[in-house]
């Protein structure tokens, strides 16, 4: 099945850097989102991004399916961007379900 | 408009009972997919369902099952806790079944103890 890699595991900045997170997947996909989880556990939609850029405030999001990986870019880090950064892919075989990364544990220090 | 609402928040079972979760999705939407959260194994999916229909399953054992009705709100089971089966588990609804995104809940707690 396919394989989705999220680097760095984890990440400490400081408040105020920028970061890019990246997400490479083994295989095609029709589907792609970031999301953000809480510190109580709730997945926080941030871009459903299958293909192209977006951008939402400090937040950022390429996804070149051809080379099949996606970026996330955090800028001006705060200290509420801490969490955990997942990907998650579905692929073009119709399975309708996601395959998650194992995530990017990011800490921002005030 | 209201999110995904999934209850009980939290659940402390013993070992050998069943637990059932519930997930009402976002009004309109009519897919429903469960996920499963465990330290070891990351996030890994359960059962996807669309229209009261099972369309996919992921690898888990018959222990665990899943149904919707026909007001898309959506119901898992689970039989014989194990102590394993500690997790958080999420639900995700979509317009219909990824093409949209998804939309995640807060999420249930459970404890086996």
Redesign the interface.
């Known amino acids: 099945g396919i394989q989705v890699e999220q680097s760095p595991p984890d990440l400490i900045l400081q408040e105020g850097a920028n970061s890019t997170l990246r997400c490479n997947f083994s295989d095609s996909v ?2 792609l ?1 970031w ?1 953000h989880q809480n510190p ?6 941030l871009f ?1 991004i299958p293909s192209g850029t977006k951008q939402n405030g400090r937040l950022s999001a390429t996804t070149v399916a051809t080379e099949r990986y996606s970026l996330l870019y955090i800028s001006s880090s705060q200290t509420t961007d801490s969490g955990v950064y ?1 990907c ?1 892919v ?1 692929t073009t075989s119709g ?6 990364g ?2 990017t544990r990011l800490k921002v220090l005030a | 408009k209201a999110g995904v609402t999934q209850t009980p928040r939290y659940l402390i079972k013993t070992r050998g009972q069943q637990v059932t979760l519930s997930c009402s999705p976002i009004s309109g939407h009519r897919s429903v997919s469960w996920y499963q959260q465990t330290p070891g194994q990351g996030l890994q999916f359960l059962f996807e369902y669309f229209s009261e229909t099972q369309r996919n399953k992921g690898n888990f054992p018959g222990r665990f099952s899943g149904r919707q009705f026909s007001n898309s709100r959506s119901e898992m089971n689970v039989s014989t806790l194990e102590l394993g089966d500690s997790a958080l588990y999420l639900c995700a609804s979509s317009l219909g079944g990824g093409s949209y995104g998804y939309t995640f809940g807060s999420g249930t707690r459970l404890t086996v103890v």
Request: proline share 0%.
């Open positions: 029709n589907n989102q999301f109580w556990g709730q997945l926080i939609n459903y997942f998650a579905g399975t309708y379900k996601y395959i998650f194992t995530g």
